[in-house]
């Protein structure tokens, strides 16, 4: 049963990426960090349905310190994740998560001990070699060409730190559930983010709150796909190994690719496809070998 609970959260992190977009394009474009707000007030709101179910779970005093550390990191996290996916193509901004096991290869071992295999290499050489073939259309200008196209673009860039922040919060969320439950875990994180994130729209967002009712449908889209996606993942993770799981996942970003070049028009999808997919492989042998 995990295998089709994963494919459901990756597709509705695919799509949850699209809405997202949407919402700061058009007319009534919402601004970016009125989108974070209003995505992690509504994804808490729809995991406290499935809190309400299952109930508080025992916590530890770790369970606090995690909590007090994910809250600013997560909400720098997702700004500059959302501003991403507002600056650029969606099949091009997203695949670049798929470098977050490249990252974890180094600050897993410095924050938690664990330390990859050799086997591990293999699924290096993929996302590189992936994210070489989202831009292989520039190679007759340069054989780095297509790696520096990709750099000069701020969404790609951004989404390469947040792929590197990301790979420090996941060890921080992994803290955070050994001293509480899945479920309740991230509903906290995603509330306390929210909290964070609150006095900086009042200060900061023009006419702040109110925006949001410029397009509530795509937000309120936004967290309940990401409480979908959430629910899946941790219902997931009781059925088999993390590596699995989160390898499953994504999937999400050749989704997204699929979603960007059938729904916004964005160009070139043939090669953004094919490198997105090589860097999903990537994140596959990291999972299984690395």
């Given at each position: 049963m995990w295998v089709p609970l994963m494919l459901t959260a990756a597709f509705a992190q695919a799509v949850k990426d699209l809405c997202l977009k949407q919402s700061m394009s058009g007319i009534g474009a919402v601004p970016a960090i009125v989108v974070v707000w209003a995505y992690c007030l509504t994804t808490t709101l729809f995991l406290c349905l499935v809190v309400g179910v299952e109930g508080v779970p025992a916590l530890t005093p770790g369970f606090w310190w995690a909590l007090l550390a994910t809250g600013p990191l997560a909400?720098?996290?997702?700004?500059?994740?959302?501003?991403?996916?507002?600056?650029?193509?969606?099949?091009?901004?997203?695949?670049?998560?798929?470098?977050?096991?490249?990252?974890?290869?180094?600050?897993?071992?410095?924050?938690?001990?664990?330390?990859?295999?050799?086997?591990?290499?293999?699924?290096?050489?993929?996302?590189?070699?992936?994210?070489?073939?989202?831009?292989?259309?520039?190679?007759?200008?340069?054989?780095?060409?297509?790696?520096?196209?990709?750099?000069?673009?701020?969404?790609?860039?951004?989404?390469?730190?947040?792929?590197?922040?990301?790979?420090?919060?996941?060890?921080?969320?992994?803290?955070?559930?050994?001293?509480?439950?899945?479920?309740?875990?991230?509903?906290?994180?995603?509330?306390?983010?929210?909290?964070?994130?609150?006095?900086?729209?009042?200060?900061?967002?023009?006419?702040?709150?109110?925006?949001?009712?410029?397009?509530?449908?795509?937000?309120?889209?936004?967290?309940?796909?990401?409480?979908?996606?959430?629910w899946c993942q941790m219902y997931a993770l009781t059925m088999t190994l993390v590596p699995y799981v989160i390898s499953v996942k994504r999937l999400s970003a050749v989704i997204a690719v699929l979603l960007g070049g059938i729904v916004l028009r964005e160009k070139k999808l043939r090669e953004r496809l094919l490198g997105s997919t090589l860097m999903v492989a990537g994140v596959f042998l990291i999972a299984f070998f690395g």
């Amino acid at each position: 049963m995990w295998v089709p609970l994963m494919l459901t959260a990756a597709f509705a992190q695919a799509v949850k990426d699209l809405c997202l977009k949407q919402s700061m394009s058009g007319i009534g474009a919402v601004p970016a960090i009125v989108v974070v707000w209003a995505y992690c007030l509504t994804t808490t709101l729809f995991l406290c349905l499935v809190v309400g179910v299952e109930g508080v779970p025992a916590l530890t005093p770790g369970f606090w310190w995690a909590l007090l550390a994910t809250g600013p990191l997560a909400a720098c996290t997702l700004y500059l994740y959302v501003r991403s996916l507002e600056l650029s193509d969606l099949s091009l901004t997203v695949p670049m998560l798929a470098t977050t096991p490249l990252f974890l290869l180094a600050t897993s071992p410095l924050m938690l001990g664990e330390f990859p295999d050799p086997g591990g290499l293999a699924g290096i050489v993929c996302i590189v070699a992936g994210s070489y073939l989202l831009n292989i259309s520039r190679w007759r200008k340069g054989p780095l060409e297509p790696f520096k196209a990709l750099l000069r673009q701020r969404g790609p860039r951004l989404m390469l730190v947040v792929a590197f922040l990301w790979s420090i919060s996941g060890n921080i969320d992994k803290i955070g559930l050994r001293h509480s439950s899945p479920v309740f875990w991230i509903t906290c994180a995603y509330g306390i983010t929210t909290l964070f994130l609150t006095p900086v729209v009042w200060r900061s967002a023009g006419r702040g709150f109110a925006q949001v009712w410029t397009k509530p449908w795509y937000l309120l889209a936004t967290g309940l796909l990401e409480a979908v996606t959430a629910w899946c993942q941790m219902y997931a993770l009781t059925m088999t190994l993390v590596p699995y799981v989160i390898s499953v996942k994504r999937l999400s970003a050749v989704i997204a690719v699929l979603l960007g070049g059938i729904v916004l028009r964005e160009k070139k999808l043939r090669e953004r496809l094919l490198g997105s997919t090589l860097m999903v492989a990537g994140v596959f042998l990291i999972a299984f070998f690395g």
